[in-house]
């Protein structure tokens, strides 16, 4: 494994998907150090809901896809809805 891939995959991406567009998260967020992966998620869905992104209308059809570094889709979490939808690939 090269540098840069591992790297990448010491990281979670949080992408912005709807059926028309995607606005890729071209950063990521550094996974944390214990592997406390699920208190980094719930801190970024909090984030996300201060700023009114998970029910307000004018998100609703967008996705939060987070990936890993090498593209798997780890969780996929819809917006502009009360009644959050969420999916969760297995992880092997």
């Given amino acids: 494994m ?8 010491d990281r ?3 992408n912005l998907v709807s059926d028309a567009e995607t606005i890729p998260d ?3 967020v550094d996974l ?3 592997g406390d992966v ?12 201060q700023n009114g992104m998970l029910a307000s209308a004018e998100w609703r059809g967008w ?12 969780l996929s979490v819809a917006l502009g809805t009360p009644a959050l939808e969420c999916s ?3 992880l092997n």
Avoid: C, N, W
């Fill in 12 to 14: 979670m991406f949080f």
């Fill in 88 to 90: 969760r690939s297995p």
């Fill in 63 to 74: 996705y939060v896809v987070i990936t890993d570094g090498s593209g798997q889709t780890l």
């Fill in 2 to 9: 090269t540098v840069s891939e591992q790297l990448a995959s």
């Fill in 38 to 49: 699920l208190g980094l998620i719930a801190r970024i869905f909090e984030d996300f809901h």
């Fill in 26 to 28: 071209e950063q990521g």
């Fill in 32 to 34: 944390p150090p214990k």
